[in-house]
């Protein structure tokens, strides 16, 4: 089976201050997928950053980077600089073949940018 | 904006009722998978359609069912509603039912049953 694990519940910052967001993945796949996606309180979820298990290099792209390490099983996401705009909830998100073509999502963690 | 839309926005039904939610994939996509999110909570998948044909289930029970268009469009039909089934019901699409790619979601649904 499939879990994904986010500890932190919720974060604060005040603007400009970096945040980093935690994930742990349990899986039996040999080949999987990692994703987060963003929750703003309009509902809808958007698509941030996929991460495929074969590849761990770490990546920066904006403001957004990640940090992908296979032998911990854990998946984080940082934020830099940011912003009141980036305040919503963040899920981290597992994907496989072997999963059934499903997305199993952790419990999400709010983040909350104070201006 | 991911093209990926749902109707209706938000529905209030009774317990034992009977709704359906619609969703449109996004251009080029052959997918739909449909996911419930209680207040709180990750989203939980329920179940995908890949080419009109149901392509993986979660653990939802029978009066969950849908289908998918040949325009690739999907429906969410609950039967016998109960309390529990108050949710936000989230629909993605995805470019082929082959469970790597990457899932584009829509703005969702909110469900409340009275």
């Known amino acids: 089976a499939q879990k994904v694990t986010q500890a932190q519940t919720e974060i604060s910052v005040v603007e400009k201050e970096d945040v980093t967001l935690d994930c742990v993945y349990e899986?039996?796949?040999?080949?999987?997928?990692l994703f987060w996606y963003k929750q703003p309180p309009s509902g809808e979820l958007v698509f941030l950053i996929r991460?495929?298990?074969?590849?761990?290099q770490n990546e920066i792209s904006g403001r957004y980077s990640w940090n992908f390490q296979k032998s911990t099983s854990s998946f984080n996401f940082t934020i830099t600089a940011s912003q009141v705009v980036d305040s919503a909830v963040y899920f981290c998100a597992l994907g496989g073949k072997a999963a059934g073509n499903k997305l199993t999502f952790g419990g999400g963690t709010r983040v909350l940018v104070k201006p | 904006e991911t093209g990926v839309t749902q109707s209706p926005t938000h529905l209030i039904k009774t317990r034992g009722q009977q709704v359906t939610l619609r969703c449109s994939s996004q251009?080029?996509?052959?997918?739909v998978s449909w996911y419930q999110q209680a207040l709180g909570q990750g989203p939980q998948f329920i179940f995908q359609?890949?080419?009109?044909?149901?392509?993986g289930r979660g653990n939802f029970p029978p009066r969950f069912s849908g289908l998918q268009f040949p325009n690739y469009s999907s429906e969410l039909n609950v039967n016998a509603l109960e309390l529990d089934d108050s949710a936000l019901y989230l629909c993605?699409?995805?470019?082929?039912?082959?469970?790597?790619?990457?899932?584009?979601f829509g703005p969702g649904t909110r469900l409340t049953v009275l």
């Open positions: 899986t039996r796949d040999t080949t999987y997928y």
């Open positions: 251009s080029g996509h052959n997918t």
């Open positions: 991460r495929n298990s074969f590849d761990e």
């Open positions: 993605a699409s995805s470019l082929d039912g082959v469970g790597t790619d990457t899932q584009y």
């Open positions: 359609y890949y080419r009109e044909e149901e392509n």
